[in-house]
């Protein structure tokens, strides 16, 4: 399997993360597989004969009880929901950052989570924040800032660095000035739209100042 994602996708993720500093966050990646439409000739289609999932946007749900099963399937029905207004748009993936700066490991119940995606779109991705590479990242010395897990059956484990494909060609400047915007505290996931229904958990106008 080989993953490409926008650039845009790698920059939600990190203000997601950047929000909620002391939390862990996670949400979900849409886009397009290979798996949906074999025969066609794009950027979601086949590499050398390896299934190819293209991340197009990344929906941010949680940032407190991860675990919380009942808000992980309302936001799932919603997500739903959007992706039929967007064709060709489907659940492809999902994102996770954990909460401490050292750990760099997909921990069970994030597999938990991972698992409930994939239940839903056999070849789901997980791409994990690899805190280890952020200081690297604010330094400007290191775009390499995402992990791709794969489960093919034997569980979720880390896929070799050469299978996921990020555009992040000046995306270190795109988050810094995001940053001094404020975008990350503008920035809505699913539990924000729980607690107040007038955000907008779709992002939608995040980056139109």
């Given at each position: 399997m080989v993953c490409t994602v926008d650039r845009i996708v790698v920059l939600k993720i990190?203000?997601?993360?950047?929000?909620?500093?002391?939390?862990?966050?996670?949400?979900?990646?849409?886009?397009?597989?290979?798996?949906?439409?074999?025969?066609?000739a794009s950027e979601s289609s086949t590499h050398d004969g390896q299934l190819?999932?293209?991340?197009?946007?990344?929906i941010p749900l949680l940032h407190s009880f991860l675990t919380l099963a009942p808000s992980m399937e309302t936001a799932l029905l919603q997500v739903d929901v959007l992706c039929q207004s967007?064709?060709?748009?489907?659940?492809?993936?999902?994102?996770?950052?954990?909460e401490s700066m050292t750990d760099v490991d997909l921990r069970p119940f994030a597999r938990r989570l991972a698992d409930r995606i994939?239940?839903?779109?056999?070849?789901?991705i997980t791409l994990l924040v690899?805190?280890?590479?952020?200081?690297?990242?604010?330094?400007?010395?290191?775009?390499?800032?995402l992990q791709l897990w794969t489960s093919e059956g034997k569980g979720w484990a880390r896929a070799a660095a050469s299978r996921l494909r990020c555009d992040t060609e000046g995306l270190r400047d795109l988050y810094m000035d995001a940053m001094l915007q404020g975008s990350h505290q503008k920035l809505s996931d699913f539990d924000d739209h729980l607690n107040?229904?007038?955000?907008d958990w779709t992002n939608g106008d995040l980056f139109q100042q």
């Open positions: 990190l203000l997601h993360s950047a929000k909620y500093p002391s939390s862990s966050v996670n949400g979900l990646l849409l886009g397009t597989s290979s798996a949906d439409a074999p025969s066609q190819t999932v293209h991340v197009t946007d990344a967007r064709a060709g748009l489907r659940v492809v993936g999902y994102y996770h950052a954990n994939q239940q839903q779109q056999k070849q789901a690899d805190n280890s590479k952020l200081s690297a990242f604010a330094d400007n010395t290191s775009q390499d800032i107040d229904i007038s955000k």
